[in-house]
């Protein structure tokens, strides 16, 4: 029998529709949030020349290199002119994920409340159950054609046992993009309710349609709030260095980075030198490459017209609704795979409302020549004749 914390806790049906898919060619991979374009040429370079070092081949520092932090706080100074003290405000961990169940062990005890989006990464709402937290749900929803949070419902969920809103942005699956409206609610309820606002920031540069862009640090009292989870794995895409950082104030700091040496002792080594070099790219790097992912998200939409899906303001996927066309999430993930050679993840677990409905195409990961084949094969699948 499974320990309590692990009571309805699901296993990820990404790794259930990659294994059916198998490695045949022919199937579009739209499953799993990977991309084909590359990691920073400085990055690549920096990789090769850590492999066989002494120093790369230690567990310490068990923080971080002093040189990977400075580079992160000097990467947050730049996106929310906050100075962050890479001493005692700067965490390296092995990936954003870590990071999240860090964060989380530090800031709540077992029945707390956090508050996320509906839908959500299914590995946030998790971690948080992990934790011993409880999940509360605000679902997005559809207006004018893109996804706006519900703030009435935000605002309903919020009780004396709140200590955490756990928000991404780009959000994961939606592509969802708050704006400042959206932000300046969250950070009323953070500040009137003594709740920290822990901030998956791991896609927050991958804008489209020039929209601004917005660290929540920088709104007016939120600085002492706010912690920062980053990556260099979509951004740099450099998914497999496993290279996070958890940023904030100084005294929740000190407890995050115990939590982090308590749970895997050090971040990777070989890989943060690699990361530093990702982090003093020119931004020309990742500007050429969210303009790549537009134009494949682009593709995508332009295929599926006429069928029931909403357009990501940005990230990497978007949620297909498979209910309106008679299918729950599941059985449309199978048919797309079996009869249309599309993988597809299904949303079942990753929020409530906004969950069975849908699955979850990944546009990052295809060229546009290859998603130009998409309504073809999504035609064959599921539409009825």
């Known amino acids: 029998m499974s320990v309590q914390r692990l009571k309805g806790l699901p296993g990820l ?21 990977d991309t084909d374009l590359p990691a920073p040429t400085a990055a690549l370079a920096a990789t090769h020349a850590a492999i066989g070092r002494d120093d790369t081949n230690s567990y310490l520092p068990f923080t971080g290199t002093v040189e990977l932090r400075s580079a992160v706080a000097q990467h947050l100074y730049k996106q929310c002119g906050i100075q962050y003290d890479r001493e005692n405000q700067v965490l390296i961990t092995c990936g954003g994920t870590e990071g999240m169940l860090d964060a989380l062990l530090a800031t709540t005890d077992p029945g707390d409340e956090v508050i996320l989006t509906d839908p959500t990464y299914a590995g946030m709402i998790y971690r948080v159950r992990l934790a011993g937290a409880i ?3 605000v679902p997005f929803l559809v207006s004018n054609n893109e996804w706006r949070l519900d703030l009435e419902a935000l605002c309903s969920l919020v009780s004396s046992r709140t200590r955490v809103v756990f928000v991404m942005n780009p959000s994961m699956p939606s592509g969802a993009v708050l704006n400042k409206n959206e932000w300046n609610a969250i950070a009323a309820i953070c500040q009137e309710h003594s709740a920290w606002l822990l901030y998956n920031a791991a896609m927050e540069r991958i804008l489209f349609d020039g929209r ?12 002492e709030r706010t912690i920062t989870i980053g990556s260099v794995s979509k951004e740099y895409r450099m998914i497999g260095w496993r290279i ?8 929740i700091m000190s407890d995050i980075a115990r939590v982090h040496i308590y749970n895997v002792v050090t971040p990777t080594g070989i890989s943060q030198s690699a990361a530093r070099a990702a982090l ?3 931004p020309e790097d990742l500007a050429t490459c969210v303009s790549e992912w537009q134009r494949r998200r682009d593709m995508v ?11 990501p303001s940005g990230g990497w996927s978007l949620l297909f609704d498979v209910r309106m066309m008679g299918y729950d999430s599941f059985t449309a993930s199978r048919l797309l795979l079996e ?25 990052s990961n295809e060229p546009v020549v290859r998603l130009a084949e998409l309504r073809k094969r999504v035609d064959r699948a599921l539409v009825r004749k």
Do not use: C
Not at 13 to 33: F, H, K, Q, T, Y
């Open 339 to 363: 009869r249309g050679k599309v993988a597809a993840t299904p949303m079942r677990d990753w929020g409530e409302k906004n969950s069975d409905r849908f699955v979850r195409l990944v546009f």
């Open 244 to 251: 996070g950082w958890v940023v904030g104030p100084a005294a």
């Open 301 to 311: 939409i332009d295929q599926l017209r006429g069928l029931p899906l909403i357009p």
């Open 13 to 33: 049906s990404i790794d259930r529709v990659a294994a059916a898919a198998g490695d045949d060619p022919e199937v579009l991979r739209l499953e799993n949030l």
């Open 212 to 223: 601004p862009y917005i660290h929540p640090a920088s709104i007016p009292g939120m600085a």
């Open 280 to 282: 003093e790219s020119p």
């Open 135 to 137: 999940p509360k749900l």
